[in-house]
């Protein structure tokens, strides 16, 4: 007993090994328990029994093997390790189990071989059953044989495969064991029920009595359905969805259940044989004995190889082909001819499709060989033609059959339409394209009127097989012209014929091949052979119950009866022509008398009355009349003098009168052919050819443009007036514009070939810019058809073709007007109407205009020999011979005879230079054959291939360009048909491999998903496979890169099922290529109504299947039954992924602090980045993998689709709360990972993102943390380019996350940060900046503000962008409030306009600004509140003041180094009470006032200010204050780096020293507050000090767009003429009026914007229409530049695209009606007055770039011109305007024009007159501004063309005697002749400048050097200056400068308002003392001229003419930034002694 309880103490996995088999027994058992507990089918517990599973079905004990069969069958089922187990485990079922004596052991055994079939292992089991039919035991083969025939049962033959069971079953029927033979019997009849007849070819052999048995079998089994019963594992789910969606249904129809039986190919159970090995070796010598004996010999040779082996190995049969149809079409002998054809037939037989590339050889020839009239003949020749035609299709041969049916030969004409007939009965309706279709039946109609009786009964019968196959209604239209008796006989063919093939109708979901759900399981028989009733899978989607169809198979026709008819939609309307008295009496019915009286009057003005009064009356008639277009348009023209009428005014109205009819009511042909000639004629009118043309082209749009051109062109032909032909050519080539290429071209061609020739001038010009149009449409192959004219007439034709090259076709505006309600334009037959939207058109093939030459008869057989002659030398010369043929043919026919299959010999010649020239012949073949080159690519590709891998280069780079030629002209389907690609991949070198693998991965990801067929595709997988883990790194680099092109076709799912027959040592491999190509695969979109995709977090628990003991009822339990019980959940699908990660998303480590080092030492990419390349996104990968971040989530993370970003954001939010540590250790990685989503297009996880960031950055600042540098300098940069997004959620979301991380990162880096997103391009961006720097400045005052970045925010005011000038106005304006009248200096030299707009903003904002006294409060020496009133206040702060400050959290209880000193907060209470009792005396009444009951409700909660001044205030000793302060880590060990800290306290120390030594100074930054956060918006002060925390938003002062005045002037721009002149009157009742003008001043642009719409809206009306606009338009335009206050403001932009319009419309003589010369006069006055008017700098920038833009294009010659006179205008008054240009704008613009268009671009233009009048502007202005002018090239690189040429002016201006720096204007040149200075002078300031030389006497000479300055102001001193060095030109200038300001201190007179503050009062300013002081503590003046920046200096050099205020306040700014540089370097006790001498200057100043 002790024996049997001591193995329960082991281990399961050692008592399923004991040696006791009742221990092994308990082991098994056991082991069964734990894998039905195991829900993970990867869990690790399933390895430690996966090497036990075979032991335990081969168990000595039967009793054990029972048990152990049991648990392999749970482990089998459930376990993901199964699968490596099947090899072993079956062996062991094989010869131990299945035939094993119990039978409770034989059916265990045969469930685990089902099983591991369920699993998809049934290769694996297949194979051992087999191999187990040859046991010598015959009880295992009869075993096996059943068990082999229950797997077929249950699963099906897609499953199990028939054909390794088919060789067997020969063997079995003969065995001597009578259990043998009748189980061998059952798979037969088991494998017949499934494929049906393809198996009896198969079993032929066996014995007479066995096939007896079987044929009785077979009888029983006819019209039973086969269905599988079992599905595989992957496909159960999928299978319960669609039984239960089935159980619901109607049972199905008969049709379906026969489409449910797919037919088996007899040929795939067949092995393929290669033929060409077991031919003899002298079968084509003795072919060719002229003895005909011997040749049949050979052939009755071949015929016995192909007839015993009907399935033909792939290989090389070019030659045998060529040999057989040598014999057909050259041998005599009619035997052999019979003979060869049935040769050919079996050998297109058994090579298939891949026959294909011999096909278009053989067919032309068997169709031309049918004349032989002998009847064994043509049957042999239909039954080749009918098999080869299996491998090819209609559209590859229909050429051959083309010409075949116009052949003379009666014969070959019937045979060929029977062999056509035949074809289509095996032709799906989709092969047969419209093209074809029409091809195919003319030819048929053709040969349907022959003589010959045969031929018209074969036509018909081809005929009516082609009107089964497509229909009725897609041929009847083609049959139009075929008599009734003859349209009877294709009835009666029609109704004969029979569609062999099963036709492919319209797409409907068929049923699917489903098991039956109904049936109940029956009970087992002895547990054992039940079929499981599993529901098989639909793999074709969920059923809809479809009524059968009524229409006949291949009909295809719908019911719609509005497209019964196509021709409908082609022809066009006709009607009767009415006679003269029916016209006469309709005319009168409809017209009054007085009108049609009128008409023949012969006073023109009684004509022109009923005219007029016919044209008003017009559109009032009924247009459902019949024929009123006709009766209308010949009352007009056929009561004299109609048409040919001598009066113009008439004439006009009537052709007004005509286009109306031909708008408002229907048109037919007949009306327009009886007056389209006399129209025509009247486009030669003077006065009235615009109005005849117009009525052509309403003509055109009513009935077709090709019809009406037709017309007008023939008739223009016919006139002798060359006017009529001209003018007719201009309207064509106006209406192709309009309506688009809605021709033939073909005729068009000829037409105009013929006015291209023509002897006038006039006719050759239009015929020629024609030609110019058309090139736009058909491209530079148009120039083909007039290769043959005259070298002088091609050139003219040439440069018209170069006017238009790269131009983009105009969109069509007109086209065809349907009344039908879309009744023609809603049939799909209908999509090569001609009336359709030009957006439809095809693209014109040029190629397939042109004629094509056959060379086919030039392709002898001398020529093919002399190509494959032995001698290399004579076959180079007949590649010669060739190369010439196809070169002089140009466009040749496809048709090449036996050429290419002597090509494809020539392909793989031994000589590499044979073979390159026969690659350069094949793609010249493709050139130029054209797309019929696809004929051909069966044939050539092999040849290409086997170039591809030639181990030369230059044939490999050949072989490459002629694929490429081939694919582009021919497609690039062929070239995945045959395996081709596969047979070259199987045995190909390596440089093939590496070659073909890289083409496959450029093409195949671009090519259509269904224009490659996938069987060839799956056949390159296993090649694919091989090749990734090749030997040669080249191949697999290669094959990898080409998995994703397979991928794209396949599918990921077909590609891993294709993986499990891979080594296990090779599928790592091969699957990390699939996964990597994976995530690249096109994004499928979601199902409607789901918003995420699934993604799977947790595996679910699940029930696991297994039997005990007795449990055979529940081991065959159905899957279905599972799914529908809903006690056991199905098994999820086997996963292949890896395990899934149940970890944390985020775990706490301190890897960050190592990623931070490896940062500052440059061992990872600093992220930085513009766009986030792969390396940045690798990086991060790597990092997360390394933190250890959840597995799952970095997945998800990195996932191509967007919802998984989505799910990301989602998991973090949720973990969140509860691991907030772990996300601070990981901040640095999310953080990135978001920048990586900031540049995503979706908005959707942008904003998701955004709400992210708001929870964590209010966690970062509920627990304090500070940013570390690397985390701060990863996320804000890219954070502020979203600053700028278009959508507002996203701009919100930005600003408050910005807005928190000041709280949590030093201020000022946000602040430089966001100085860098000035920069950007986006002008929203630069805004939304702009607003933040306003709110930083506003919020910690002007110390985070340096001087240089105010200059920057006031560049800004120049932006073109409204919303920018806005922003940076209100910006400069809180700097002045906080800085004074300072902001002058710090901003630096603006333009007027800019410092207009500043100034007008400041006083504007002052008036809004309410002053608050400062607060006197008495600070107590100790005590401060608790944390909890702290936080309140602020609170209350926030909530009253409304900045917009975020609130602060409650500090912790120990608090922290940045909280606030108790002084601190006082003070902040105190201003608060302020501001509350302010706003109680502001409380508003009224009607408008606020509900005081409402707001105490509100505030009811609320902790008030006043509440917390009652409370004490608590003793606390502060004294530890003044210790040493101690870096503590945080909870989460974190530490905040010592040196940054150390700064932070030696900053707050120089703070409160600031504040202590200096009350009355600047409050900057208060101490004791953080760096980083700041809880009140602290301003700098200007004594008085003063707290301005009141101070409204400036965004509600400034004003705002009115609306209802935007809405006028956006109605200038109204196609309505009457709303625009409405508009245009009340804006010029505004703009006459002075007083009312300045409304319109912030319009300005918008108004312009708005004229130029309207411009262009008249550009595309009639003149006529355009004039009544024009009128009131210019003249509100003169009003407005006339105006004393408008226009000097427009930006560049708006300036050019002003100059453009106006100077277009005097260049256009679109506006030649009438006196044109006023409308000139006018526009040439507002383009003078736009000229004085706008500022001069963005004028002379706008005409720069308006010429740079306009010179490449093709304007009008008079544009350029204009705009030229425009630019020397500005050029002459450049001397006396120089003050107000921009030279720095100015050149950069001249050099961005050189850039654009450089000298050498012109020396190819007929004029370079724009390049020599840009060079006159710099020319001028370095005149103007001399050396000077190189100041100005900041921007403009030193090897521009625009700095030579500067330099080599200024050069020449010294040759010339011009001094440098000095102007050349006259006046100018006159001051220098007065300036000379005598020696005497030149003496006097000799002497004066050694005096200042020396150090002693140096201020008595500057002060010399003043008073000689003032006595003779006319001498320049820079003269005597020019040798010294610029320290010394400094230092003269500041004490020349010091001296006047002592001067001016001295007078009385007021200092400008743009001075310096501290200039106003009459003593000596502080500043200046300082200065002096600071100049004495350096060393002296050298020192102090030396550190002052050039730039300071320059504005004094640069212009003489300067304000003397602004040159102190220049000085001053100079001083003040000097001592700003000098204090950051001084010490605290130092810069106390400074300010306390400072301090007492400045009241010793005010006492004065």
């Not at 003895?291 to 016995?304: A, D, F, G, M």
């Not at 107590?1420 to 009253?1440: F, K, L, T, V, Y």
Request: glycine letters at 6%; proline letters at 6%.
């Amino acid at each position: 007993m002790a024996e049997d309880t001591e193995y329960k103490k082991l281990p399961v996995e050692e008592r399923c090994v004991h040696k006791l088999w009742k221990a092994r027994v308990d082991g098994y058992e056991e082991a069964a328990k734990i894998f039905r507990e195991l829900d993970d089918e990867k869990s690790p517990e399933w390895s430690k029994f996966a090497g036990l599973i075979k032991k335990m079905v081969v168990d000595s004990n039967a009793l054990a093997q029972e048990k152990g069969l049991e648990a392999a069958l749970i482990f089998v089922e459930n376990s993901g390790l199964a699968g490596r187990t099947v090899g072993d485990v079956m062996t062991g079922i094989v010869q131990k189990c299945i035939a094993a004596p119990k039978t409770k052991t034989k059916e265990l055994s045969v469930q685990v071989a089902l099983m591991y079939v369920e699993i998809e292992k049934q290769d694996a089991v297949v194979e051992e059953l087999v191999k187990g039919m040859e046991a010598k035991n015959p009880k295992i083969v009869s075993a096996c044989v059943a068990a082999t025939t229950l797997a077929l049962r249950e699963f099906g033959h897609k499953v199990i495969g028939v054909k390794p069971l088919i060789k067997k079953l020969a063997p079995l029927m003969s065995d001597r064991d009578k259990a043998v033979r009748d189980e061998g019997k059952q798979l037969a009849v088991e494998i017949y029920r499934w494929i049906g007849a393809a198996m009896k070819a198969q079993i032929s052999t066996l014995p007479q009595v066995t096939l007896k048995e079987l044929e009785d079998e077979f009888d029983k089994l006819k019209g039973e359905r086969v269905e599988p019963s079992r599905y595989l594992k992957s496909q159960q789910e999928k299978q319960a969805k669609i039984a239960d969606a089935a159980a619901t249904e109607d049972a199905y129809n008969e049709e379906d259940g026969e489409a449910g039986v797919e037919e088996i190919d007899p040929m795939d159970l067949l092995d393929p044989v290669d033929i060409l090995s077991k031919m003899p070796k002298d079968f084509y010598d003795k072919l060719e004995e002229k003895k005909w004996t011997l040749r049949k010999e050979s052939l009755e040779v071949l015929e016995k190889l192909l007839t015993d082996h009907p399935k033909l190995e792939n290989g090389e049969y070019g030659t045998l082909v060529s040999a057989l149809k040598k014999v057909i079409t050259k041998d005599s002998n009619v035997v052999l001819v019979a003979m060869a054809g049935k040769c050919l037939a079996l050998l297109a037989k058994g090579l298939a499709k891949r026959f294909s590339n011999y096909a278009s050889a053989c067919v032309p020839s068997l169709l031309e060989k049918f004349k032989e009239k002998k009847p064994n003949v043509v049957t042999a020749l239909r039954e080749a033609i009918d098999s080869i035609y299996a491998s090819t299709s209609l559209e590859a041969q229909q050429e051959s059959i083309v010409e075949s049916l116009a052949n003379k030969n009666p014969s070959v004409k019937s045979e060929t339409a029977l062999f056509l007939a035949r074809a289509l009965t095996r032709t799906q309706p989709t092969a047969l394209n419209k093209k074809l279709l029409k091809l195919l039946t003319t030819s048929l109609v053709k040969t349907l009127n022959e003589p010959d009786p045969t031929v018209r009964d074969s036509s018909a019968e081809a005929l009516g097989t082609l009107m089964k196959l497509m229909g009725d209604k897609a041929v009847t239209p083609l049959l139009a012209d075929v008599d009734p008796l003859k349209m009877a006989k294709i009835k009666e063919c029609h109704d004969k014929a029979e569609i062999k093939i099963k036709v492919a109708g319209p797409k409907k979901e068929a049923r699917p091949a489903s098991a039956p759900t109904a049936k109940a399981a029956a009970p087992a028989k002895g547990g054992s052979l039940d079929p499981k009733p599993v529901t098989r899978p639909a793999t074709t989607g969920a059923r809809k119950v479809l009524k059968k169809p009524a229409a006949v198979v291949g009909g295809g026709a719908t019911s719609n009866p509005a497209a019964a008819s196509k021709a409908g939609g082609k022809t066009l309307a006709t009607e009767r022509e009415l006679t003269p008295e029916d016209l006469q009496e309709k005319s009168e019915e409809i017209l009054p008398a007085e009108v049609l009286n009128g008409l023949v009057d012969s006073n023109w003005k009684n004509r022109l009355a009923a005219v007029e009064q016919l044209l008003g009356e017009i559109t009032g008639f009924d247009a459902k009349q019949a024929g009123i277009s006709q009766i209308l348009i010949r009352t007009i023209s056929g009561r004299k003098p109609g048409l040919k009428e001598m009066n113009f005014q008439v004439l006009k109205f009537k052709l007004d009168i005509i286009r109306s009819v031909a708008e408002n009511y229907p048109l037919t042909t007949t009306t327009v052919d009886l007056v389209i000639n006399e129209i025509t004629e009247k486009l030669a009118d003077a006065k009235n050819g615009a109005a005849a043309a117009d009525v052509l082209s309403a003509f055109a749009e009513a009935t077709k443009l090709e019809y009406v051109v037709g017309k007008v062109l023939s008739f223009a032909f016919e006139q002798k007036s060359p006017k009529v032909q001209s003018e007719a050519f201009n309207w064509v080539g106006k209406s192709i514009t309009e309506f688009g290429f809605q021709l033939q071209p073909k005729t068009l061609i000829e037409d105009v070939r013929k006015g291209v020739q023509s002897t006038n001038p006039t006719v050759r010009a239009s015929a020629i810019q024609i030609v110019g149009t058309m090139s736009m449409y058909m491209g530079k192959a148009l120039m083909m058809f007039f290769d043959s004219e005259k070298p002088a007439l091609k050139s003219q034709i040439q440069v018209e073709f170069d006017k238009n090259v790269g131009e983009k076709p105009p969109k069509p505006v007109r086209g065809v007007q349907r009344s039908s309600g879309g009744t023609a334009g809603n049939s799909p037959d209908n999509e090569d109407d001609d009336g359709g939207a030009a957006g439809e058109e095809e693209p014109i093939n040029i190629a397939d205009l042109l004629p094509r030459v056959d060379i086919a008869p030039q392709i002898t057989e001398a020529l093919l020999k002399e190509m494959s002659d032995k001698d290399w030398k004579t076959r180079n010369e007949g590649l010669t011979k060739l190369q010439a043929i196809i070169s002089e043919a140009r466009l040749i026919k496809p048709s090449i005879g036996d050429l290419a299959p002597a090509l494809a010999h020539r392909l793989v010649d031994s000589n590499a230079k044979i073979a390159q020239t026969t690659l350069a012949i094949c793609e010249q073949l493709a050139t130029a054959m054209g797309a019929g080159c696809r004929n051909h690519v069966r044939t050539l590709f092999p040849g290409f291939l086997h170039a591809l891998g030639d181990n030369k280069s230059f044939v490999r780079a050949a072989a490459l360009n002629c694929i490429n030629s081939f694919g582009e002209k021919g497609g690039y389907k062929e070239f995945f048909e045959s395996e081709m690609i596969a047979d070259a991949l199987k045995g190909g070198s390596p440089a093939l491999k590496t070659e073909l693998w890289a083409w496959l991965a450029e093409k195949l990801p671009g090519l259509p998903p269904k224009s490659v067929s996938k069987e060839d595709l799956h056949s390159m997988v296993p090649h694919l496979y091989a090749h990734i883990c090749d030997r040669n790194a080249d191949v697999r680099k290669n094959a990898n890169e080409a998995v994703l092109g397979i991928m794209i076709h396949l599918g990921f799912d077909a590609m891993s099922r294709a993986l499990e027959k891979q080594k296990p040592a090779s599928k790592k491999d091969i699957l990390a290529a699939l996964e990597k190509a994976r995530p690249n695969l096109p994004v499928k979109p979601l199902p409607k109504g789901k918003q995420q995709a699934p993604i799977p977090e947790e595996p679910k628990p699940k029930t696991v299947r297994g039997g005990g003991a007795g449990s055979a009822p529940g081991i065959q339990k159905s899957a279905s039954a599972r799914a529908a019980g809903g006690q056991d959940k199905p098994a999820p699908a086997r996963k292949k992924d890896e395990d899934i990660d149940t970890s944390p998303l985020l775990c706490v480590n301190t890897a960050k602090n190592q990623r931070l080092l490896d940062e500052q030492k440059m061992k990872v990419l600093k992220w930085t980045f513009v766009t986030p390349r792969e390396e940045f996104t690798e990086l991060l990968r790597d990092q997360m993998m390394t933190a250890n971040v959840n597995k799952a989530l970095i997945a998800n993370m990195f996932h191509d689709d967007f919802r998984y970003h989505l799910k990301v954001i989602e998991q973090l939010s949720e973990d969140l709360a509860g691991n907030s540590r772990a996300l601070v250790c990981n901040l640095d990685l999310i953080l990135k990972w978001l920048t990586l989503r900031f540049y995503d297009t979706n908005p959707s996880v942008l904003i998701k993102g955004l709400e992210y960031l708001v929870q964590v950055f209010q966690m970062l600042i509920d627990e304090e943390y500070i940013l570390a540098e690397n985390e701060g300098s990863c996320f804000v940069p890219h954070l502020l380019l979203k600053i700028g997004d278009p959508k507002d959620a996203v701009r919100n979301g930005v600003r408050r996350v910005l807005r928190q991380v000041i709280l949590v990162f030093p201020f000022i880096k946000v602040f430089g940060y966001v100085m860098e997103g000035l920069k950007s391009k986006n002008a929203r961006q630069r805004t939304e900046c702009l607003d933040e720097l306003t709110f930083l400045i506003e919020s910690y005052g002007m110390n985070i503000c340096p001087q240089a970045a105010v200059r920057e925010i006031a560049r800004q005011i120049s932006d073109r962008d409204n919303s920018v000038r806005n922003a940076a106005l209100n910006c400069i304006v809180q700097v002045f409030f906080l800085s004074g009248e300072k902001t002058y200096k710090m901003i630096g030299h603006l333009n007027e306009k800019d410092l207009s707009m500043l100034d007008e903003r400041i006083k504007r904002a002052k008036k809004t600004k309410k002053p608050t006294p400062p607060p006197s409060v008495d600070v107590p020496a100790s005590g401060r509140p608790a944390a909890p009133q702290q936080h309140d206040s602020i609170e209350i702060e926030d909530a009253e003041v409304g900045n917009g400050c975020d609130e602060l959290p409650p500090p912790d209880e120990d608090g922290t180094f940045d909280q606030a000193p108790s002084s601190q907060l006082l003070l902040l209470q105190q201003q608060l009470q302020q501001l509350q009792q302010q706003a109680q005396q502001q409380k508003p009444s009224g009607p408008f006032g606020l509900d005081s009951q409402v707001i105490s409700e509100i505030e009811r909660d609320w902790v008030r200010v006043d509440q917390l001044e009652q409370k004490p205030l608590l003793n606390v000793d502060i004294s530890s204050l003044d210790e040493p302060i101690k870096v503590r880590p945080t909870r989460a060990g974190i530490h905040y780096p010592q040196e940054k800290f150390d700064r932070l306290i030696s900053r707050q120390h120089y703070m409160q020293q600031t504040l202590t030594t200096s009350p009355s100074s600047t409050a900057g930054m208060t101490s004791g507050v953080s760096p980083y956060r700041s809880p009140m918006r602290m301003q700098h002060q200007q004594a008085p000090q003063q707290l301005e925390n009141n101070i409204p938003n400036l965004a509600d002062v400034l004003p705002k767009h009115d609306p209802q005045l935007v809405k006028v002037i956006k109605g200038v721009s109204s196609t309505d003429t009457l709303k625009a002149r409405a508009s245009i009157n009340e804006l010029a009742a505004i703009i006459e009026a002075p007083e009312k003008q300045a409304v319109l001043r912030d319009y300005e642009e918008i108004f312009i914007q708005n004229v130029l719409a309207q411009f262009k809206n008249l550009s595309q009306i009639p003149s006529a229409q355009s004039v009544v606009v024009y009128q009131p338009l210019l003249s509100i335009l003169y009003t407005f530049f006339h105006a004393n206050i408008l226009g000097k403001t427009l930006s560049v932009a708006c300036i050019k695209n002003l100059m453009s319009a106006l100077l277009n419309l005097m260049a256009d003589p679109k506006l030649a009606v009438g006196d044109d010369s006023q409308y000139n006069k006018v526009i040439n006055g507002i383009c003078l007055k736009v000229l004085d008017k706008v500022d001069f700098t963005n004028l002379n920038c706008a005409l720069i770039r308006l010429l740079r833009e306009t010179c490449p294009e093709a304007k009008l010659p008079k544009f350029t011109d204009l705009l030229m006179k425009c630019i020397w205008r500005n050029v002459k008054m450049l001397p006396e305007r120089s003050n107000e240009l921009n030279y720095d704008a100015v050149i950069l613009e001249v050099h961005e024009f050189m850039l654009a268009l450089p000298s050498t671009w012109w020396q190819n233009r007929p004029s370079d007159t724009p390049m020599r009048t840009i060079k006159t502007i710099l020319h001028n202005m370095a005149k103007v501004k001399g050396n000077a002018i190189l100041q100005h090239l900041n921007q403009i690189p030193t090897h521009s063309e625009l700095h030579t040429y500067l330099i080599r002016i200024l050069k020449n201006f010294q040759k010339d005697g011009s001094a440098a720096g000095i102007a050349a204007s006259p006046q100018r040149a006159k001051e220098i002749a007065s300036k000379r200075i005598s020696h005497q002078t030149h003496d006097t300031v000799s002497q004066i400048f050694k005096l200042i030389s020396d150090k002693d006497t140096k201020q008595q000479g500057l002060q010399k050097l003043y008073d000689f300055k003032q006595q003779n102001p006319d001498i320049d001193l820079s003269t005597f200056l020019q040798g010294s060095s610029a320290p010394f030109h400094k230092y003269i200038e500041e004490g020349l400068a010091e001296i006047e300001r002592n001067q001016i201190a001295g007078s009385t007179q007021a200092p400008d308002n743009r001075t310096d503050v501290n200039y106003q009062n009459n003593g000596p300013d502080p500043d200046f003392w300082m200065d002096r002081l600071q100049f004495h503590m350096t060393g002296g003046a050298a020192k102090l001229a030396s550190a002052r920046s050039v730039d300071d200096g320059s504005h004094m050099l640069d212009n003489k003419v300067v304000d003397e205020n602004l040159c102190l306040n220049g000085m001053n700014a100079q001083k003040a930034s000097l001592i700003k540089r000098e204090k950051r370097d001084m010490s605290p006790n130092r810069l106390q002694h400074l300010q306390a001498k400072l301090a007492q200057i400045k009241k010793e100043n005010h006492a004065q």
